[in-house]
């Protein structure tokens, strides 16, 4: 009899514990949805309400207004779309991803060209420059070259946002053992300890406010998702230098 009851104890014990998990995964996935639906409604609306703007001014001012004046509207509604564009981009990525759709064409590839070309694409966008620490006897990684673009432009676009426009952007790249190293560093306001472990996850944005910028908070998460499925790592340290700064690295086996 003892027996009969200690098992019951035990059973309704384990039930219990199974509920409790049960009802922190629905409360983390009800936070994730909410966390979703508001990072979506912002990232639509913010290019949206800036492309409407710029078409009602044309389309109400257009003859009053000078060509220069038309043009530069032009121009940011063209902007406000491409920033649209990405965003849907992001999302696609993430949901194959997360479905494991990723198809990889792996070859070897010249680090150095390919962080030159990403590179010289950050800068001709932000008008920004990027300083280089390029090693010289770097390895030619087996990636693909299309995914590993997509996490330089990532890592790049993010630590450009994070470090403002008069902030210092660098790209590190260097053999480091049996790895092919590439960091990308900023003097931003840095991360806070307790958000670090938590960056590379989905919509996720850091507690303190001056490391929020406009964004779908996708870019570090699908930086490692793309790593990942190419056998490499990312990791992010913050802060780097007198209480300031990011560095997020990437590296693949070499």
Known sequence: ?????????????????????????????????????????????????????SLETLRTMGDALSSAARADLILAAEEETARLGRF????????????????????????????????????????????????????????????FDQILGNLLDNAMKF????????????????????????????????DLARIFDPFYRASRTDRIAAGSGLGLAIARGLAQAMGGEILAESPIQEGRGTRVTVRFPA
């Open 163 to 194: 470090s403002g426009p008069e902030g210092r952007v660098a790209v590190v790249a260097q053999r480091l053992g049996a790895n092919a190293s590439v960091s990308i560093e900023d003097d931003g306001p840095g991360i806070p300890r307790e």
């Open 88 to 147: 849907l981009s992001n999302i696609l990525d993430m949901v194959r991803l997360e479905s494991g759709q990723v198809s990889l064409r792996s070859e070897a590839v010249d680090l150095a060209s390919a962080l030159e070309s990403a590179i010289a694409r950050a800068e001709h966008a932000t008008g920004r420059r990027v300083e280089r620490r390029i090693g010289t006897r770097l390895p030619d990684p087996s990636l693909d070259p299309v995914l």
């Open 1 to 53: 009899m003892p027996n009969v009851l200690t098992t019951d104890i035990a059973l309704e014990r384990a039930e219990l514990m199974e509920d409790r998990a049960r009802g922190a995964m629905r409360a983390e996935a009800d936070a994730l949805r909410t966390t979703l639906l508001t990072s979506l409604g912002h990232d639509l609306r913010t290019p949206l309400t800036g492309i409407r703007g």
